[in-house]
């Protein structure tokens, strides 16, 4: 049998995802076994004129991580997209967006005001600003254009499967890499390398009805190993959160982030979360319910960290 | 695809004037999925059902929308309508364009575009509706009444009546409410006493009924048709069945404690019966009083009893009923003279309020009959009497009319000028309300013909003067200042809801509006019912109200449980929350979320299941569920996007 041709990009992400591929250990072999990398930024030395030169179709497999906020990015994306056969949006920003979906509540002007202005350790007195185009005298410097909006990869080409996570787990990765491989695909769209459930399914702590008086941050207090960490006052995802991640931050003693996105049937995950907490808040009066809702100091972070271009909301409005 | 009709109501002019009916029948005829739209000038008249029906049939829809009124008025008539040309009631909708549309609005296009809007907007609802049957659920055909007041005796009676058992629980040793303490009724001035004591005492030997006197609901669980109730029966100190009232004991009893059916105007002793005519007819030991029970110091009563009925020993007992509809008779209680600080605190024993003044008017009460003030047992020449003592107060006490004090009063005024044919009453009053059969006409005798002074205004202070009261107050007809030393002053102090309901309610989950007394399921169509299926209310426990209503209520509330006892099955509507065992994760948000206690956790399989019978439908526990596994039938997420997303025009 043929080998398929497997290939790995990074667009706006950390970095991660790229490396949880060798979270599944020693399985690599199995895997290379059955596949040959084509492309794999972090780790093998292609160029992208060699995916360009490349059949279209003639790609089995993408795994694709990142956000899409540059040019490139969204260049990358559709490049792939024209190249593979199976285009997986892999990871959380690929999927939702991610963490740096969260620039979506201000634009280009207000991060590059930001990052080359005003943080206390820059000093550009003459306000210079990347440019896409830059006369040199060798000839022409060119950068990608740096975007307004986040966008999900689903937001920008059409794609067939998506694995949530920040960054997925080595032993989904290989699931889904195991389905790929024994051409076992499910249905064009799903969520893979996830469950159906939310992470409380996962979550080992002893959960009662919950009636909140008060939020707290985790780094104030020494939280009960054995109880739910909301009943605590330390916020958690993991009720509006996909399971499949084993619960992992839990076990440490760490709230979920909700970094698998939405259950299959939440269509925003954040609003749920709003809705949900909004439930079991303990107070009457709208002095105490501000008084515990102000203890949230940072809502859009905590509730969409890692889907606001996936969410209803997408992203704050432009003037 | 479904097959859809959509039916245009023209609502006379309501709906018509403002909303273009033809451009929306002819829009929505375009509309994917719409295979039949037509209007109409009354949908709801005979002609209109009709024009549906066939329209259903010759169509063959599989879905329709009424555009009419709200859902509250007809929704029924059409499911109705469309069951019976074999149309699934559920695949009938509302679309609101009259409260919503057409009464809200003056632009014609506007409207007219918005009435399109809802329409689609329903359609989209619609087309993803289930046809869905209503749960049967079985009932027990037994009620229990919470409170022995008139109101609870007369809907007991009525129920047991037709042959139904009922369980009758009264907190106090005896029961008959605050009718008992009256002297004479208005407007008829017959005897409370003469006119209460038969019921009561048929209530004692009607073999369908169960008295539990002495006894409180301590915990109501199930749902309606199906209740199971947990009630505390203090313990009375004297066997039930042994005691026969012969009062032996009381002639030893070396404990004498102010009577509370006199309001303290008389005395008792620490074992006693609250009066002569109580039902059960039993006495009772004042646990608080009495020296025999802790540590043991007395036995005399029990020295003396024949029949051997004391038991010093005796427990509080939990006695649990399953019944299947619930009638709340819990009554009132006055508003404590304490709290009208400017009427003399409540510690002038000459300022008394209108319970007091019954005792004192009646003839077996404490002076039997005749007025004597408590001071010093003088009869008082001058009485003033003070309407409004806390009603009608919003700033400082009750915002409302204790509704039956003006007529109670004049009552007082009355009686008082036939006890004392010397003595002068003043009654100071804001309006005097008498509405009511025969109650002008009592006015009209009390004010013109029996000498009453009436002086319209407020009395702004009380005070001791020497031997008499000193009442301060405004004659606003003739902006005078009055001043009146009187020797006795009545307050007719507002009716608040029963010491200890608050907590019952809360208990039982009723809903009270703002002052604490309980709500009907609608203020005019519903008066007897609560929102809380299988409760019925009656009486004074729904806010003041004298004896004729609280008897006709009570006999509204006895038929509502009849007509639900003689149903075969009872049927609770299937809009209601389900759970999606493959997608909930057990997170148990739900369980707070669910004021009907509706939610319940699954151990084995770590899920929260819906009890579909105590289900209401309010949605709260979809809106909580952050897994998106609950949904409610009929409006689910789903249904909520598309019909949102039609709405935003997207
Ligand atoms: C001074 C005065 C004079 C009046 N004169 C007249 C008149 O002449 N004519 C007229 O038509 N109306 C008159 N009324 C009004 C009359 O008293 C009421 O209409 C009537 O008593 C209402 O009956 P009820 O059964 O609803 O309430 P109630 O009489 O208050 O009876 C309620 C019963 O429920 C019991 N109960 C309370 N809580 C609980 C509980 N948690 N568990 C078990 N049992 C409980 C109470 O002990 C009581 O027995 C007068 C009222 C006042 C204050």
């Known amino acids: 049998m043929a080998k398929l041709k497997v290939a790995l990009y990074w667009a706006a992400s950390c970095g991660g995802c790229e490396i949880s591929i060798l979270d599944i250990g020693a399985k690599i072999l199995d895997f290379v076994a059955g596949a040959e990398i084509v492309f794999w930024p972090c780790a093998m030395d292609f160029k992208y004129h060699h995916v360009e030169a490349m059949p279209d179709g003639s790609i089995d497999l993408t795994l694709f991580n990142g956000a899409i906020r540059t040019s490139e990015n969204e260049y990358m994306a559709k490049l792939f997209r024209r190249k593979s056969k199976v285009l997986v949006a892999y990871g959380s920003c690929a999927y939702e967006g991610g963490i740096p979906g969260l620039a979506n509540v201000t634009d280009r002007e207000g991060i590059f005001k930001r990052v080359y202005d005003t943080t206390p350790s820059t000093k550009n007195p003459k306000g210079i600003r990347p440019q896409t185009k830059t006369k040199v005298p060798e000839g022409e410097l060119r950068l990608p254009e740096f975007y307004d909006t986040v966008k999900t990869l689903a937001q920008t080409v059409d794609v067939d499967y998506f694995v949530p996570g920040c960054p997925p787990t080595g032993e989904r990765t290989w699931e889904v890499l195991e389905a790929i491989l024994g051409n076992n695909l499910p249905e064009k769209g799903s969520v893979v390398g996830a469950g159906q459930k939310t992470v409380c399914d996962e979550c080992p702590r002893t959960k009662n009805e919950k009636k909140i008086k008060a939020f707290v941050r985790p780094h104030l207090v020494i939280p009960d190993p054995d109880v739910c960490l909301l009943e605590q006052g330390i916020f958690c995802a993991g009720f509006a959160t996909r399971d499949g991640c084993g619960a992992q931050c839990i076990q440490v003693n760490m709230p979920c982030r909700g970094c698998y996105g939405p259950p299959p049937k939440v269509i925003d995950q954040g609003a749920k979360i709003v809705s949900a907490l909004g439930s079991i808040i303990d107070a009457e009066e709208p002095e105490e319910i501000n008084r515990i809702l102000d203890q949230i100091p940072n809502p859009i972070g905590y509730f969409y960290r890692f889907g606001l271009p996936y969410s209803i909301l997408r992203r704050r409005v432009i003037k | 695809m479904k097959r859809i009709g959509v039916f245009v109501c023209g609502c006379g002019i309501n709906i018509a004037k403002t909303v273009d009916v033809k451009k929306v029948v002819e829009e929505i005829g375009h509309y994917p999925g719409v295979v039949y739209a037509t209007d109409y000038q009354y949908m709801c008249s005979d002609p209109g059902q009709k024009m549906i029906q066939e329209a259903i049939e010759r169509e063959h829809l599989d879905g329709i929308i009424v555009a009419a009124c709200s859902p509250t008025l007809h929704e029924f008539t059409f499911r109705r309508a469309s069951e019976a040309v074999g149309l699934n009631p559920y695949q009938c909708e509302i679309a609101n364009i009259r409260e919503q549309c057409s009464w809200v609005h003056q632009d014609k296009e506007i409207a007219t575009a918005k009435a399109i809007k809802i329409t689609k907007s329903i359609i989209e609802k619609e087309r993803l509706n289930d046809s869905l049957s209503p749960i049967s659920v079985f ?178 007992e939990i006695i649990e009923e399953t019944v299947g509809a619930i009638v709340v008779a819990t009554g009132y209680d006055l508003l404590p003279s304490e709290e009208l600080k400017e009427y003399g605190n409540g510690r002038n024993p000459d300022i008394i309020d209108g319970l007091h003044f019954e005792r004192l008017l009646s003839a077996s009460g404490p002076t039997q009959g005749v007025i004597r003030r408590p001071s010093d047992g003088k009869v008082p020449k001058e009485v003033v009497f003070v309407q409004c003592a806390g009603s009608r107060d919003p700033e400082k006490h009750l915002p409302y009319c204790s509704k039956f004090c003006c007529m109670y009063t004049a009552k007082h005024a009355l009686l008082y000028k036939h006890r004392v044919p010397d003595g002068q009453p003043y009654i100071f009053y804001i309006d005097v309300r008498t509405a009511g059969k025969g109650y ?123 007509g639900m006892f003689s149903q075969e099955m009872l049927l ?47 949605g709260a526990c979809v809106a909580a569920c952050p897994s998106g596994a609950t949904q409610q039938q009929n409006i689910t997420d789903d249904q909520i996007r598309e019909m949102v997303k039609v709405v935003l025009g997207e």
Not at chain 2, 177 to 204: R, Y
Not at chain 2, 550 to 560: N, P
Not at chain 2, 583 to 589: T, Y
Request: net charge negative.
């Open chain 2, 572 to 618: 609770h509507d299937p809009i209601v929350a389900v759970v999606d065992e493959n997608l909930c994760s057990g997170c148990k948000i739900c369980i707070s979320a669910c004021p009907y206690d509706a939610r319940e956790f699954d151990e084995e399989k770590n899920i929260v299941r819906v009890n579909e019978l105590l289900c209401e439908g309010c």
């Open chain 2, 440 to 562: 002008e006409e009592f006015y009209h005798r009390v004010s013109e013909q029996e000498g009453v002074v009436y002086l319209r205004g407020k009395v702004s202070k009380i005070f001791q003067d020497g031997d008499g009261l000193m009442v301060w107050g405004v004659d606003t007809l003739t902006g005078k200042k009055v001043e009146i030393t009187a020797d006795m002053v009545v307050l007719a102090t507002g009716a608040v809801p029963a010491e200890g309901s608050k907590k019952l309610f809360a208990n039982l989950k009723l809903a009270c509006d703002e002052n604490g007394f309980l709500s009907e399921a609608h203020p005019k169509l519903r008066p007897v019912e609560s929102l809380t299926p299988g409760f019925f209310l009656a009486g004074a426990a729904q806010g003041p109200r004298d004896i004729p209503e609280t008897v006709a209520q009570a006999g509204g509330a006895a038929s509502k449980v009849i």
């Open chain 2, 139 to 316: 009932m027990t055909r037994r009620a229990l009444v919470i409170g022995g007041g008139i109101a609870g005796i007369q809907a007991a009676l009525d129920i047991a009546d037709s042959g139904y058992e009922v369980i009758l629980v009264e907190k106090e040793p005896s029961i008959g409410g605050h009718m008992a303490q009256l002297s004479e009724t208005f407007p008829t001035l017959d005897c409370s006493q003469c006119i209460l004591t038969p019921k009561m005492v048929e209530i004692s030997h009607h073999p369908k009924i169960k008295l539990l006197a002495y006894s409180e609901v301590v915990n109501v669980g199930g749902y309606v048709g199906n209740f199971n109730v947990k009630i505390l029966k203090k313990p009375r100190y004297v066997k039930e069945d042994l005691c026969n009232n012969c009062g032996e004991c009381f002639k030893v009893c070396p404990v004498v404690v102010p009577n509370e059916f006199e309001r303290g105007l008389g005395s008792r002793y620490a074992i006693y019966i609250p009066f002569p005519q109580a039902v059960p007819s039993i006495c009772t030991i004042d646990a608080d009083a009495c020296l025999g029970l802790f540590p043991l110091a007395c036995n005399k009563c029990k020295e003396v009893c024949e029949p051997n009925a004391v038991d010093y020993d005796m427990k509080p």
